[in-house]
């Protein structure tokens, strides 16, 4: 029962991330990591398929095996999400205390995405 949990939400992050592959609001790259993760511990006959995709494998090996981003990777996620970020602020008319709350965690985003080793 666990491990089809396991295979369920590796299925939803997995989609999740492909979604996001053409859409800069929703980031590709944490579903990903989440369905690895999901698939490892669910199928390791899907994880090892994952792991191996021409497209996804590359950048999910470098995380599991070094933890580490490759820069091209790092400047897409941040030009997304500062781009994401200004469409926000221009199209949604919320307080400016909202906005300065949504900027602090993507700014703690960015700092994560930064502080790890690159590949």
């Known amino acids: 029962m666990k491990n089809k949990l396991f295979i369920i939400l590796g299925y939803i992050f997995l989609a999740l991330g492909i979604i996001g592959i053409p859409l800069p609001i929703l980031p590709t790259t944490p579903f990903l990591l989440l369905a690895a993760v999901c ?3 669910g199928s390791p006959k899907i994880h090892s398929w994952l792991l191996n995709h021409r497209l996804f494998g590359p950048p ?3 995380w599991e095996e070094d933890n580490a981003i ?3 990777a790092k400047i897409i996620a941040t030009t997304s999400v500062v781009l ?3 469409l926000k602020i221009i199209a949604l008319n919320i307080s400016i205390t909202f906005k300065v709350i949504i900027g602090f965690f993507l700014l703690l985003l960015l ?3 930064w502080s790890r080793k690159s590949s």
């Open 39 to 41: 698939f490892s511990k």
């Open 60 to 62: 999910l090996r470098k």
């Open 70 to 72: 490759s820069i091209y």
């Open 84 to 86: 994401a970020f200004s």
């Open 111 to 113: 700092i994560y995405i």
